[in-house]
Nanobody, 116 residues
Framework: QVQLVESGGGLVQPGGSLRLSCAAS????????MGWFRQAPGKQRELVAT???????IYADSVKGRFTISRDNVKNTVYLQMNSLKPEDTAVYIC??????????WGQGTQVTVSS
């Protein structure tokens, strides 16, 4: 079992920054990829960014150049640095982890609101 706990969400003005954290615990040795999804009201959940245990990253086109995903293997934590935030970034951001078998785990989500 894997438990994921997100933190770092909040209310920011357009152009501001936030750093989200996702701490993983449990049986994590078989996890090969972690990432962030987001879901806005009335919208489907969408992939934001992923990072493999080897450090390879994938970003959604909408956040490329503004967001950076990283991980600290000592702390078993994945981060999402969010810069130049836009109102359309407003969503619940949800941490995800997958095993080699593709079994997926999800955090509770943290709210990010970008508004003036």
């Amino acid at each position: 079992q894997v438990q994921l706990v997100e933190s770092g969400g909040g209310l920011v003005q357009p152009g501001g920054s936030l750093r989200l954290s996702c701490a993983a615990s449990g049986t994590i040795f078989s996890i090969y990829v972690m990432g962030w999804f987001r879901q806005a009201p009335g919208k489907q959940r969408e992939l934001v960014a992923t990072i493999t245990n080897g450090g390879s990253t994938i970003y959604a086109d909408s956040v490329k150049g503004r967001f950076t995903i990283s991980r600290d293997n000592v702390k078993n934590t994945v981060y999402l640095q969010m810069n130049s935030l836009k109102p359309e970034d407003t969503a619940v951001y949800i941490c995800n982890a997958e095993r080699v078998s593709h079994q997926a785990y999800w955090g509770q989500g943290t709210q990010v609101t970008v508004s003036s």
